[in-house]
């Protein structure tokens, strides 16, 4: 197993300061990296480990805050933030600007090589960074068939991978079809995955606080996209031979 070395990160975006975790894999090289966006609760220990994972993978990891380092576990405070957020694009992007500088600028980030991760709202950012034309490897979302506002993913300028659960009802077909629609039509070289019987946040294990309804987690697809997500990384982004350390599987 590749020494993953961790550090907290403070830096401003949305007019908080937030709080993110980064984790640098083993050496002193330039490595790829990943922008790792969390749930709509905020960043958590779910979302700290798979930056871990991705670092023991070989890769430069910032898993960002959303929220000024606070999660927000009552359903009706992370809605009054997250609702607003999701149609505000500029706020969106703003909040992914703000981690990505941070990504670019630790020594150890190839600033060339970048690809953005993200869960629900986590991955509406990462879309958005997209959208606002930066130029990313790859973009990966669970949760996050969000649409943005007409023309601008002709700004995309890689591939853009999407899951979601069969039976979300946040996400429904009707969402997701426009969402692939806009890819579509904007040349995206995109792909969807529609995990059977799975709900919302179907990735994420069981929280010890209330969430909203048609969430729910499936242990076999959280999995299934914690594999998908990698295979993305190995084609969009792949750790090179030069690069050194080892590229483990541990799953997140």
């Known amino acids: 197993m590749t020494t993953v070395t961790t550090r907290t990160v403070e830096y401003p975006a949305d007019g908080l300061t937030m709080i993110g975790h980064l984790a640098l894999p083993a050496g002193v090289d330039r490595r790829p990296a990943v922008l790792l966006g969390p749930e709509g609760m905020g960043l958590s220990d779910v979302e700290r480990r798979r930056a871990d994972a991705l670092a023991e993978r070989g890769y430069v990891a910032l898993a960002f805050d959303l929220h000024g380092g606070r999660y927000l576990g009552d359903p009706e405070e992370m809605l009054a933030r997250c609702l607003p957020l999701l149609t505000d694009p500029d706020r969106m992007r703003g909040i992914g600007h703000g981690a990505l500088d941070v990504l670019r600028t630790e020594p150890r980030t190839d600033p060339d090589r970048i690809a953005a991760v993200g869960y629900g709202t986590g991955g509406a950012v990462g879309l958005e960074l ?83 309804p048609g969430v729910g987690y499936h242990p076999r697809h959280a999995r299934r996209a914690w594999r998908d997500v990698v295979d993305l990384l190995d084609e969009c982004l792949p750790v090179r031979s030069g690069d050194a350390g080892a590229r483990g599987d541990r799953s997140a």
């Open 130 to 212: 997209g959208r606002d034309g930066v130029p990313l490897r790859a973009i990966g979302t669970v949760n996050a068939t969000t649409t943005g506002r007409p023309g601008e993913s002709a700004n995309i300028r890689c591939p853009v991978w999407a899951g979601v659960g069969s039976e979300d009802p946040i996400m429904p077909p009707a969402q997701r079809n426009a969402f692939t629609a806009e890819m579509q039509a904007a040349g995206v070289d995109w792909r969807l995955t529609v995990y059977g019987g799975a709900l919302h946040a179907f990735h994420h294990p069981p929280v010890d606080h209330p969430t909203v």
